[in-house]
């Protein structure tokens, strides 16, 4: 079923759909932290900003994404990265809106009055013992929002640009089911992969939970 | 804006198996289908995994796992292998799609009841599958219900798809627009598509309206 001389073939197109796939699945993840963190934070201090905002975002998380991607063409572009990347991002938002509010809303009061009584400023204490111990929350978002962004991106091969999702549209075409075995296992790969280092990511960023569970 | 004007206004899109109202049934009708299917997969198994507390790994395993599997390669793969004829094929992925959010909150929902209110119903003599069924479910009732809720937004969202390998429902207008391009037709089919969704997502808050006891629902933090 497999024909392994059309892998070694098509080794060099392989890789750019790869390199590709990697572009469009993880800049919506930065990007969608890089928004949610003062969102979160915003909806942190002023409540009410909430409940709109995740409503907004829940509306979002439901719209297709094919028919994100086809209704942003003429906006961005047919077979244009921008046309997957921005879809997405709104999609990692969805989940790490929330997941930043949740984690700032974990930190027991005890600790925070702790801080403030220590001398801690705002903008320092925000820095230093908020978000350090919102950082399991937050990750819990991040390895969601990564696992299906790096899946959803295939979908963008129906509009001309899907990295590796390519693949199935060529397997189909030519009635050929290498290429698209080879997607397959190479986008669950790539999910694994970025769930494994996000893993050791919350290990590394979270010293004091080994610490506690060694002790 | 034209091109919606264009694709509604036009009578033709209104009458005949091509037509809107067909198109909509069909897509219901798959979608219908590969939930009922994953229900009656996810919710039993869940519940015994819940209530058991065995095999719990592998729901997280399993959940995690089937996020990440590409729902266009896998049905293009299936299809291409077990050939169109009948919509079995389609039905598969689409199953695989839905059963791990039903499967992962029907799991958390059971497990996550409040310990002391299980023993309680112990205590008043319920046995196993009744402290289950009378006590637990209810309980766990919005979770399992959001679980659902998440699977049927994403079926029809990706049954869209299944019109890229030749069978009916509101991807026809998409595929069938992408590839003429009339782009009336695409946009118009991803406006009736979300439209779905979202209509979805409303049908749901209202059973869960519905169904959850004022009991429970009071007391559930809805986010």
């Known amino acids: ?215 | 804006m034209n091109w919606l004007i264009e694709f509604f206004g036009d009578p033709d899109n209104w009458s005949g198996s091509s037509g809107i109202p067909f198109r909509l049934l069909e897509h219901l009708e798959f979608s219908a289908l590969a939930l009922l299917a994953a229900v009656v997969i996810a919710v039993p198994l869940g519940l015994w995994i819940g209530h058991t507390g065995r095999g719990a790994l592998f729901v997280v395993l399993s959940a995690n796992a089937a996020r990440a599997l590409p729902t266009l390669g896998l049905l293009v793969l299936i299809v291409l292998l077990v050939g169109v004829g009948t919509t079995l094929p389609v039905l598969i992925p689409l199953v695989a799609l839905a059963v791990p959010p039903i499967l992962v909150n029907t799991y958390e929902g059971i497990r996550g009841v409040d310990r002391d209110l299980r023993d309680a119903a112990y205590g008043m003599g319920l046995r196993g599958g009744q402290v289950l069924l009378r006590v637990l479910v209810p309980v766990a009732l919005p979770l399992i219900l959001l679980g659902m809720r998440i699977a049927a937004i994403q079926v029809v969202a990706t049954a869209t798809v299944a019109a890229y390998v030749g069978l009916g429902g509101l991807g026809r207008y998409i595929i069938d627009g992408l590839a003429t391009k009339d782009f009336a037709s695409t946009i118009g089919g991803a406006v009736l598509v979300a439209l779905l969704a979202l209509a979805v997502q409303t049908a749901f808050t209202l059973v869960n309206r519905v169904a959850v006891s004022p009991g429970v629902s009071r007391r559930v933090k809805v986010r």
């Open chain 1, 1 to 215: 079923m497999i024909r392994w001389d059309w892998i070694g073939r098509n080794l060099p197109e392989i890789r750019e759909l790869l390199g590709d796939h990697i572009v469009m699945a993880l800049l919506p993840i930065l990007l969608g932290l890089l928004i949610a963190l003062p969102l979160g934070l915003a909806s942190v201090r002023w409540r009410r900003l909430y409940q709109p905002t995740v409503g907004i975002m829940n509306v979002v998380y439901s719209l297709p994404s094919l028919a994100v991607f086809i209704v942003l063409i003429p906006i961005t572009g047919l077979a244009e990265q921008a046309t997957v990347i921005v879809p997405l991002t709104f999609y990692a938002l969805a989940v790490l809106i929330p997941s930043v509010v949740d984690g700032i809303a974990s930190v027991p009061t005890h600790v925070r009055q702790s801080a403030v009584a220590m001398g801690f400023g705002p903008m320092r204490r925000l820095l230093q013992v908020d978000l350090p111990i919102a950082v399991p929350v937050v990750l819990a978002g991040v390895r969601v929002a990564t696992v299906s962004s790096i899946s959803l991106v295939s979908v963008g091969a129906l509009v001309g640009r899907g990295g590796l999702g390519y693949l199935f549209i060529d397997g189909w075409q030519r009635q050929f089911p290498t290429p698209i075995v080879v997607g397959i296992v190479l986008i669950l790969l790539l999910a694994l992969a970025a769930d494994g280092l996000l893993v050791v990511a919350q290990r590394l960023l979270t010293p004091w939970a080994r610490a506690r569970s060694s002790a």
